[in-house]
């Protein structure tokens, strides 16, 4: 037992760096007061730390803690992707000017994003449903305080309400869904509620259990219909914050979703085909509509938006469809698309929200019609922006198209071409709100100022950073592929 | 045949070229715009000089289409190569280029333009470093599509195209080039994302034996793509003349009947020739709508022969319509340029009609007829840039009398305007001929009702004649000069060509009879 | 022999081309700018074309030489190669052809030199001629319907250049306009009877296709589609020929020059279409033959109607040229092959000197009013003249000569052919019983008699309605007359005949015979014998006839005009409602400005309403529908219209306008639609 | 009939306290959908995690032998009061930022 508890710790080195960070970062906090953002580079070096820690762990495939958490080859992919868009929502927030008012309690700041890591970590490699819901409010919780760091703005405080109350009663409809389950399967721990509904009738509770679920992980997610909170907490948080939950703890979602849906409820038919269990709900047509309804409300609502992060909020929410659909297939190459979505988006997405919180610093706009003509003040940057929107949009050569080809392909193969013309005609709308943002930017003269704007090495380098994926990873994207062939191993699962 | 330059083949030195000019170019200050515009006309000269290799050492013996053997400078390298996945066996997607009878004559129309284009392009004024930088990206996205022989790589570059284009029109475009960008946009975008589909289910329906381990994978490779012995049984594609695949033709069809432009899908077209810059019109209307006839051929014609025979008729009576239609609406207008635009829908609808007909004469009209359009209408783009570069105006109504003011200007737009005429001893004549003669052979009543558009044709043509270069020439022109010398380059080498062609078709017609009567055979006569 | 034939014949075609390119591109640099050059060259090639009439008519008198070169080859992977050729084909139409050709070419090139002296593009005009000239060349050398094609098209583009080489009048280029585009409906007829005959044959070549005929070998083995081939491809002469209904070009077209009215529109450019018939005679079934004759007939009548009662002296000459190319039609149609012939080549060297001389007296006329400073009297109009007998004599002695040949008087050229068609014509009648074409063409022959003494009278004798306007007026310069005489030599009947009365023993109908038909039996025309007979048994009271009418022609002429008995306004006041018809061309021009010039206009119009409105985003007439959200639609305008075009687009634009109204900012509402979406869910998929 | 009512009445079992779990499950939602005032909201929450409590506290008495269920209903408690204070702390400075806590009034953020 205590072997088991010392392996598990050895398995539990990133977590724990990220803990100990953590506790650096309130000690740094109260012994540096002057250094604003010593918390943030402690953290960087932690997340940097835990990089290295996951190649570590490649190859692993073992469960930890009394099959509380699994560390396998899945998890570590989903954690290095936190891990990178983690380091890179760090540097967002040393430079976004939002802060600056609040610097005397960055430290906390830092802390919160760091809590929110490790949640986001067990998020995506739990296997118990006690440990998923844990891990989940350990999540949420920071992420409420986080939204409402800036506390002075109106938007930020309102935004903070109401991402709390629907958050609360989200994860609360979810863990009495899981009440439910616990309920019908006896267990806590996901194989073992998978191997109980294999041999259950059709139950209309457990349907009922299957979808509260999916609403608490939707909410996080921001599947329609649960996706309500994302524009106004959106466009009311700290950008780089909104950035995190557009990006981060979208994807955390999105594993523990394939995670419990793939073990617990997928079985194998007679043809030794997958299938789901038990046969009461359609639960892969039902995630079908939800992101066939994601990309259209998405994408329509986005073409009304002027504000750069409301457009982007409605943007995730239609970009939450196009990876559900992966989901949806239930096989293995839409689990791989997936995941090959998740790691394009990171960039893409990632250097979007960077683009408008430099703008946001720079042009002290949010407003996309506030955008005209900075094609012409500021080039290198606006040329970036484009790139990373026409890679959203889907348009080779760019990572997003590679990111669309492989989810609309697995959508293809298994069948679902309904869906895939939604999603096509979809992107086609897309087109529309993402080319405007270049048109204001290019087709328009400066109004006002026309003075051409400089940004510092730093700025360029994370942009470069950002940038070189997205269009490397258009052309050539056999490492990423491989990785996934061999991520591509969940714990406890053929 | 292969043909190397420091190990490396041919079509990726034509090909990437205007990438090493477009970073070149980056490297330039935005201030020297003289070494800018060099840098840009010397790499698109090269390109010409490629092609004249390329004229000058191609087979014209090798039938190509739809095996590896019979295509010339092919370079075929693994890019994305993922061995063994559990799940799904290998991935595998090739750097595959290659060219045939049917894409020779492409490549070299490409070269020639974007260096037409390039020259002409020394009148833009204002952001000269992005706009060469665009440039460049757009003349290898042309070339691209032109060389790819993988669908992958082939559709990269369809959309590659697509922002450079977007920008182009949009910044340095007439006074309404906002709506005639994002037009354009918007339509070859829809097409791209059905074309996407297609692609995507063709790659799920094939699957090839690895020659050594015989391990079956899919492809994107279009030459497997034309093989029914490689089609997963059971899967979407599989099979002659099921839903499926109609569905399948359909939606390529209206993909590059979008960039053709075909009748209905036409709209984008004049909007966004009269509001690009000439050069860009040139590029438009010269190149870009090949690609659409070009896909035709090169993809849904070979890999659906039993959907394509199923809607030839189809594909016949909207090339009719488009060439009727756009003769109209091209009598109708009064700007210059839209005239212009609307002729091309007419003449492409020849060349629809010349491949619809599925026999050699219609074929070889209808490739010949893509070339001789891309010089065509280049001459006449270039022509109307001539005039709205001294006066600012392009409307018919805004000129007249200028041959006493110009002559050169007007021999040669006369020799442009009477070549779109299809005036016999230039070479629009020839291939319509051929296309209406294979047309006719295959549908008696489309060809005959299409000839008719060309009386339509010689009316707006004279009507134009009448109105800018004849009468007396009105005041505020008489400071008109004539055509300076680096105009007379653009001109002189297509007005060569249109003349050369005319006279003597037999060099193109060889380049491309092989491969274009195999193809016929291979879609009318198909392998199962 | 034959070698050289292909030398010179090659020659014959390339020198006037040569003349074209030098003097486009230097003629304005070559002293007296390169008239002379033009001149010249045509000179030499009218000589090789009589030394080829000569020896070809001589020595091998019925052969038919022809030379074949591939142009294109279409191999097609399974039945083998088509070869396209290229090639001359020289018989003795041919030769007769070339000859006329370089003739009236060569005499138009002199008579030009003093005609357009001082015109701003004086070196220009003689290219032009050139080029006509190779684009004529062209048409009669070649032995395949394609090179046929591409030099009819050349002919059609310098008639172009030539009627509108005054370009800054809008007349003379709206004139351009309307003859090309005239032109090019009758051809696309005939470019559709070649891809009948291409895709049955593979081939251009005349002969194998008329060779597979012979064999039985029918397009698409159907005669129906035989006669529509042979009456396609009329459709080009009916163009080039200014045939019936597609004549309104031709009288517009006098708006070029003079000498050019005599180059193409008399003698050779509006005789293409005849030489087209009789090239594909062999072919051309007995019901097209008919559908000709009548369509030649319908010409002639009409033409000639209105031909009486026009002023101006270029238009009687225009409508005399198409009536007069009816009467060839006819008689091709009629199988009087060799009448028909002879009357185009008679009616070139005749008609062309009306031209010249008309042009001599407008050039006079001219000349005399400018003299004056008067602009505003029209320098052509015979009302305008009169008594310019003494003045000009050369002119007027030949303008007689040419007068009296086109009336048919006996001694005459005209007397001959037109003599051999009306009796082609009462043969025809014989045999098949259509007797209107005989009472069309002896009336038309007497109408013509009529109006050209009309104009004659008008224009020489009587006294000038004001001495003083024509008091600088003088004989036109030597190399103008030089021309006009010896087009009057060659209007008298001992070039084609030694018998004045009848020309069937001629050299010409020796050596110009009626070619075989080609098709089957069944559906040939009377055939040559039968017809020779009944032309033979029928040709003296033709003779009488023709003689008869044509005098009664000039002596009605004399009579209202020479010596005023009676007054020619209250004559065509009792013919009323005719005269006023005939008077404004039978309301052709009108006509086809209604029905197809407005119709066309209005289909466009319609077809690019239709393009912007309907197809331009199947509503951009969501104009309408969006004023209703007038608000909604201003932000559309300035945001998204602009890409959201269509119908499609816009109900997507509202859709999400819905969709954003969801998001009301209330959290409770919020939460409602999560409890509400998972009750929903629940009952659809449980 | 009565009896039977009376007799399942007298005689708790599982389906008792689930039936209690879910009105009171949807009481919370009622009052979190329905009450203007935020502290009634988060009531409402604190009622929906009560229910939870309940199901997994009677599951694990009556149909599943384990301590899992008391555990998981010791950490909701925990985690219920961790969340009520944030949730209290950002009422008070929505208090501070709008001086109301009517949740109808804290709507700028919409469309």
């Given amino acids: 037992m205590s072997e088991h508890v010392l392996n598990s710790i050895g398995l539990f080195v990133p977590e724990i760096i990220l803990v100990a960070s953590l506790c650096i970062i309130i000690v740094a906090d109260l012994l540096l007061k002057k250094r604003t953002h010593a918390g943030g580079w402690i953290l960087l070096a932690s997340l940097v730390l835990c990089f290295f820690a996951f190649s570590a762990q490649s190859g692993i495939n073992t469960s930890a803690f009394f099959a509380m958490i699994a560390v396998d080859p899945f998890s570590v992919f989903f954690k290095v992707i936190l891990v990178i868009s983690g380091i890179f929502i760090v540097l967002f927030s040393m430079q976004n000017k939002e802060l600056i008012p609040y610097k005397n309690r960055i430290g906390e700041y830092y802390m919160l994003i760091a809590g929110m890591m490790l949640g986001m970590f067990l998020m995506v490699s739990s296997t118990n449903l006690l440990m998923m819901y844990l891990a989940f409010e350990m999540t949420s919780i920071c992420s409420y305080v986080l939204v409402g760091f800036t506390k002075k703005s109106i938007r930020s405080a309102e935004s903070s309400i109401k991402y709390i109350i629907y958050g609360s009663v989200s994860s609360g409809i979810m863990i009495y869904g899981m009440s439910l389950i616990y309920g019908m399967s006896g267990s806590l721990n996901i194989f073992e509620i998978g191997a109980a509904l294999s041999g259950l009738e059709s139950a209309p509770i457990f349907s009922m259990a299957v979808l509260m679920i999916t609403a608490g992980i939707g909410f996080k997610i921001a599947l329609v219909p649960f996706h309500f909170w994302a524009p106004d907490v959106y466009e009311g948080a700290p950008m780089a914050i909104t950035a995190l939950l557009a990006v981060t703890s979208k994807i955390a979602a999105v594993a523990m979703l394939i995670r419990l849906f793939r073990v617990s409820f997928t079985g194998v038919d007679a043809t030794g085909m997958m299938a789901i269990i038990p046969e009461g709900i359609r639960w892969d047509m039902m995630l079908a509509v939800m992101a066939a309804a994601a990309m259209i409300l998405g994408n329509l609502a986005a073409l009304w938006q002027d504000n750069i992060k409301r457009m982007l909020a409605y943007s995730s929410i239609a970009h939450a469809g196009y990876i559900i659909m992966g989901v949806v297939v239930l096989t293995d190459q839409g689990i791989s698309a997936v995941m090959l979505y998740a790691f394009m988006y990171l960039f893409m997405n990632l250097g979007t929200f960077y683009m408008a919180m430099l703008y946001a610093n720079k042009f002290s706009t949010e407003s996309i019609e506030g955008y005209k003509g900075i094609g012409y003040r500021a080039p290198f940057t606006a040329v970036a922006l484009t790139i990373f929107l026409v890679s959203l949009t889907g348009l080779p050569p760019t990572a997003g198209f590679i990111a669309k080809l492989y989810i609309f392909g697995a959508a293809i193969n298994a069948g679902w071409i309904w869906l895939v013309l939604v999603a096509g005609v979809m992107t086609i709308v897309s087109l529309f709100y993402y080319i405007r943002v270049a048109r204001n930017m290019f087709l328009y003269k400066p109004e006002g100022e026309t003075e051409p704007v400089r940004f510092d090495n730093f700025t360029t380098a994370i942009v470069l950073l950002l940038l070189t994926p997205v269009l490397v990873l258009g052309v050539y994207f056999t490492p990423v592929l491989e990785f996934i062939k061999h991520s591509l191993v969940m714990f406890g699962v053929q | ?528 | 022999m034959e070698q050289s034939m292909l030398h010179l014949s090659l020659l014959i075609l390339f020198i006037p081309l040569a003349g074209f390119l030098i003097l486009v591109f230097f003629g304005k640099k070559l002293p007296r700018q390169g008239d002379w050059l033009g001149t010249s060259l045509i000179g030499i090639t009218l000589l090789m074309a009589l030394y080829m009439l000569i020896s070809k008519i001589s020595s091998m008198s019925t052969e038919t030489l022809t030379y074949s070169a591939s142009w294109v080859i279409l191999r097609n992977s399974s039945f083998g190669a088509t070869s396209i050729d290229l090639g001359f084909m020289i018989d003795n139409l041919t030769v007769v052809m070339l000859v006329v050709v370089m003739l009236v070419s060569f005499l138009v090139h002199l008579f030009s030199i003093g005609y357009m002296k001082g015109d701003a593009r004086y070196s220009r005009y003689f290219a032009y001629l050139g080029l006509f000239t190779f684009s004529m060349t062209g048409i009669v050398l070649t032995h395949n319907l394609l090179m046929m094609y591409i030099f009819w098209e050349l002919v059609g583009v310098s008639s172009y250049l030539l009627i509108g080489f005054w370009y800054e009048k809008k007349s003379a280029t709206n004139a351009a306009s309307k003859a090309f585009i005239v032109n090019r409906i009758g051809d696309a007829g005939m470019f559709i009877g070649i891809m009948i005959l291409f895709i049955h044959f593979s081939t251009f070549t005349f002969e194998p296709i008329f060779s597979g005929l012979a064999a039985g070998d029918l397009p698409f083995q159907s005669t129906a589609w035989l006669t529509a081939a042979g009456i396609l491809i009329f459709c080009g002469a009916v163009g080039k020929s200014a045939q019936f209904p597609l004549h309104v070009w031709l009288p517009d077209a006098m708006e070029g020059p003079t000498p050019v009215s005599a180059l193409i529109h008399a003698a050779t450019m509006v005789a293409a279409g005849v030489y087209l018939i009789a090239r594909m005679f062999p072919m051309l079934t007995a019901e097209a033959l008919i559908v000709i004759a009548y369509i030649g007939a319908i010409t002639a009548l009409i033409a000639a109607t209105i031909a009486l009662t026009q002023y101006d002296i270029k238009k009687v000459l225009a409508y005399s040229t198409i009536s007069q190319l009816g009467f060839m039609v006819m008689a091709l149609g009629l199988g009087a092959f060799a009448a028909g012939f002879m009357h185009l080549v008679t009616h070139a060297a005749f008609k062309a000197g009306l031209f010249l001389g008309a042009g001599s007296v407008i050039f006079a006329m001219h000349n005399a009013l400018h003299k004056k400073n008067d602009h505003h009297t029209d320098a052509q109009d015979i009302r305008n003249m009169g008594g310019l007998k003494s003045r000009m004599p050369v002119t007027y002695w030949t303008f007689l000569i040419f007068t009296l040949a086109i009336a048919g008087v006996p001694l005459t050229s005209g007397f001959l052919s037109k003599d051999e068609i009306l009796a082609g014509t009462l043969a025809f009648s014989s045999l098949n019983g259509h007797y209107l074409l005989p009472i069309i063409a002896f009336t038309v022959a007497g109408m013509t008699a009529f109006y050209m003494f009309r104009l004659f009278i008008l224009t020489f004798h009587g006294n000038h309605a004001d001495e003083s306007r024509i008091s600088g007026l003088m004989e036109s310069p030597l190399t103008m007359t030089i021309p006009l005489l010896i087009l009057a030599g060659l209007s008298t009947f001992v070039f084609y005949s030694f018998n004045p009365l009848g020309a069937s023993g001629g050299w010409f109908f020796s050596a110009i015979e009626r070619p075989a038909s080609m098709i089957p039996e069944a559906l040939q025309p009377a055939s040559a014998e039968i017809f020779n007979q009944a032309v033979k048994a029928l040709h003296t009271p033709a003779l009488i006839l023709s003689v008869l009418i044509a005098g009664a022609g000039i002596f009605g002429a004399v009579w209202v005009y020479e010596w005023k008995k009676s007054s020619a306004d209250v004559i065509s006041q009792n013919f009323g409602a005719l005269y006023k018809g005939a008077f404004n061309k039978w309301y052709f021009d009108e006509m086809y400005q209604y029905v197809f010039v407005g119709g066309t206009f209005i289909l466009t119009k319609i077809l690019r309403w239709f393009d912007e409105k309907i197809i331009d985003g199947i509503v951009n007439g969501a104009a309408t529908l969006s004023e209703r959200f007038s608000v909604m639609n201003r932000w559309f305008d300035e945001n998204i219209i602009d890409g959201l075009v269509n119908f499609t687009a816009w109900f997507m634009g509202i859709l999400g306008f819905v969709l954003r109204r969801l998001q009301t900012g209330k959290i409770q509402h919020y939460l409602a639609f999560v409890v509400l979406g998972v009750l929903v869910f629940y009952f659809i998929f449980v | 009939m009565e009896n039977e009512l009376i007799q399942w009445l007298s005689q708790p079992g599982l389906t008792h306290y689930l039936m209690i779990g879910a009105l009171l499950f949807c009481i919370g939602i009622t009052l979190v959908l329905t009450r203007r005032n935020v502290i009634m909201i988060l009531m409402g929450i604190e009622l929906i995690l009560n229910s939870v409590n309940l199901n997994f506290i009677a599951f694990s008495r009556f149909s599943v032998i384990t301590l899992d269920g008391h555990l998981t209903a010791l950490f909701l408690i925990i985690l219920a009061a961790a969340e009520a204070a944030v949730a209290l702390a950002i009422v008070l400075n929505i208090y501070n930022r709008f001086k109301t806590i009517d949740i109808d009034e804290i709507s700028l953020l919409k469309g």
Wanted: glycine content about 10%.
């Fill in chain 2, 1 to 528: 045949m292969e043909l190397q330059f420091l190990g490396i083949g041919i079509l990726t030195w034509i090909l990437f070229l205007p990438i090493a000019g477009l970073i070149i170019i980056l490297l330039i200050p935005g201030d020297k715009l003289k070494a800018i515009r060099i840098t840009a006309t010397a790499i698109t000269g090269i390109q010409v000089i490629l092609a004249a290799v390329i004229f000058r050492h191609f087979d014209r013996a090798i039938e190509g289409i739809n095996s590896i053997e019979g295509f010339q400078f092919v370079e075929k390298y693994r890019w994305i190569t993922v061995e063994a996945v559990p799940w799904f066996g290998r991935i595998e997607i090739n750097y595959f280029l290659g060219i045939d009878g049917l894409s020779v004559l492409m490549v070299i129309l490409t070269a020639l333009i974007g260096f037409i284009g390039a020259i002409s392009s020394w009148t833009i004024k204002k952001q000269v470093k992005g706009y060469f930088a665009l440039y460049m990206l757009l003349v290898t996205g042309m070339m691209g599509v032109f060389v790819a022989l993988d669908f992958f790589l082939f559709f990269i570059f369809w959309e590659v195209m697509l922002l450079p284009m977007y920008f182009l029109i949009g910044i340095w475009g007439g006074p309404r080039r906002e709506y005639a960008a994002i037009k354009f946009f918007l339509y070859t975008f829809v097409g791209g994302i059905l074309m996407m589909l297609v692609m995507l289910a063709l790659y799920f329906s094939v699957a090839v034996p690895d020659p050594e381990t015989g391990e079956m994978y899919h492809t994107f490779n279009i030459l497997h793509m034309m093989n029914p012995a490689y089609y997963v049984e059971g899967s979407i594609l599989a099979g002659v003349d099921t839903t499926w695949r109609y569905v399948a033709w359909m939606a390529l069809f209206i993909n590059f009947a979008i960039k053709i432009p075909l009748f209905p899908f036409h709209t984008w077209l004049p909007d966004a020739h009269v509001e690009a810059p000439t050069p860009i019109s040139v590029i438009l209307a010269g190149v870009l709508l090949k690609l659409g006839t070009y896909g035709l051929l090169r993809i849904s014609f070979p890999i659906f022969p039993d959907a394509t025979m199923y809607f030839m008729i189809f594909m016949a009576v909207l090339g009719m319509i488009s060439i009727i239609y756009g003769a109209f609406c091209a009598l109708a207008q009064d700007d210059f340029k839209k005239l212009i635009a609307y002729s091309s829908i007419s003449h492409m609808g020849i060349v629809v009609i010349g491949i619809a007909a599925l026999n050699t004469q219609g074929m070889v009209g209808g490739v010949l007829q893509m070339f001789n359009h891309g010089i065509i209408t280049a001459v006449l783009f270039l022509m109307v840039g001539v005039v709205y570069d001294r006066t600012g105006k392009r409307g018919l109504y805004d000129f007249g009398g200028l041959a006493n003011q110009m002559p050169k200007y007007t021999g040669i737009a006369m020799i442009g305007l009477f070549a779109a005429l299809g005036l016999p001893g230039l070479n629009g004549f020839v291939s319509e001929l051929f296309s209406f003669l294979g047309a006719f052979e295959a549908y008696r009543w489309i060809a005959i009702v299409s000839v008719f558009g060309i009386i339509i044709t010689a009316g707006y043509i004279l009507w134009t004649l009448q109105r800018v270069f004849l009468g007396n020439t009105p005041e505020h022109l008489t400071s008109l000069k004539d055509l300076t010398t680096r105009e007379m380059v653009c001109f002189v080498p297509l007005i060569i060509l249109i003349i050369l062609l005319g006279v003597y078709p037999a060099p193109a017609i060889e380049l491309m009879n092989t491969s274009l009567s195999y193809l016929t055979q291979i879609v009318t006569v198909p392998a199962y």
